[in-house]
T-cell receptor, first 116, second 112 residues
Framework: AQSVTQPDIHITVSEGASLELRCNYS??????LFWYVQSPGQGLQLLLK??????LVQGIKGFEAEFKRSQSSFNLRKPSVHWSDAAEYFC??????????????FGTGTQLKVEL | NAGVTQTPKFRVLKTGQSMTLLCAQD?????MYWYRQDPGMGLRLIHY???????AKGEVPDGYNVSRLKKQNFLLGLESAAPSQTSVYFC???????????FGEGSWLTVV
């Protein structure tokens, strides 16, 4: 069964500092990987996704993530954090099979606080 | 383009009452999903559907029923609500490939 671990429950960074949120996954085949962001009381917004190809994926809002198969990781990074980035971030792995949709397994989330 | 729409957005139920959450998508997607989100647990898959007239169980299906009578709608039912079903419910839909998954805005359900 697939699983996702986000080891950091809470992270606090200063505005302008760099950010890295960790995500480790367990999946038997080539994974479909996603990062979502959720602001309080809101739905999920897709930041970026990886299916194949270039292991460094660019997303919206200046985020990027790197897929490392050898480490079973898909860490999210941003070079300079803005106060508006404060939110909860979820990593997810999908069991996508051609023509088979994509059932997602989510990590427990990392709450990001940004200090001004 | 509305995408994925969930109704109602907020609801308070008494233990034992029943209710139905409606998810509607206007993208002609084959796949639809219902997730629940609880503090510290991320989102967990309740049920999903691979097409009109078909449904399947996810990770946490107990206490819920679903139906997909029309391709664009996916209903989640609680026959006898319990406080443990207090949660935020998210509906999603995707193409056959699953490359793009669209989420609704969520439905906040409280069972007292």
């Amino acid at each position: 069964a697939q699983s996702v671990t986000q080891p950091d429950i809470h992270i606090t960074v200063s505005e302008g500092a760099s950010l890295e949120l960790r995500c480790n996954y367990s999946y038997g085949a080539t994974p479909y990987l996603f990062w979502y962001v959720q602001s309080p009381g809101q739905g999920l917004q897709l930041l970026l996704k990886y299916f194949s190809g270039d292991t460094l994926v660019q997303g919206i809002k200046g985020f990027e993530a790197e897929f490392k198969r050898s480490q079973s990781s898909f860490n999210l990074r941003k070079p300079s954090v803005h106060w508006s980035d404060a939110a909860e971030y979820f990593c997810a792995v999908g069991d996508g099979v051609t023509g088979g949709g994509n059932k997602l397994t989510f990590g427990t989330g990392t709450q990001l606080k940004v200090e001004l | 383009n509305a995408g994925v729409t969930q109704t109602p957005k907020f609801r308070v139920l008494k233990t034992g009452q029943s209710m139905t959450l409606l998810c509607a998508q206007d993208m002609n997607h084959e796949y639809m999903y219902w997730y629940r989100q609880d503090p510290g647990m991320g989102l967990r898959l309740i049920h999903y559907s691979v097409g009109e007239g078909t449904t399947a169980k996810g990770e946490v299906p107990d206490g819920y029923n679903v139906s997909r009578l029309k391709k664009q709608n996916f209903l989640l039912g609680l026959e006898s609500a319990a406080p443990s079903q207090t949660s935020v419910y998210f509906c999603a839909s995707s193409t056959l490939s699953g490359n793009t998954i669209y989420f609704g805005e969520g439905s906040w359900l409280t069972v007292v």
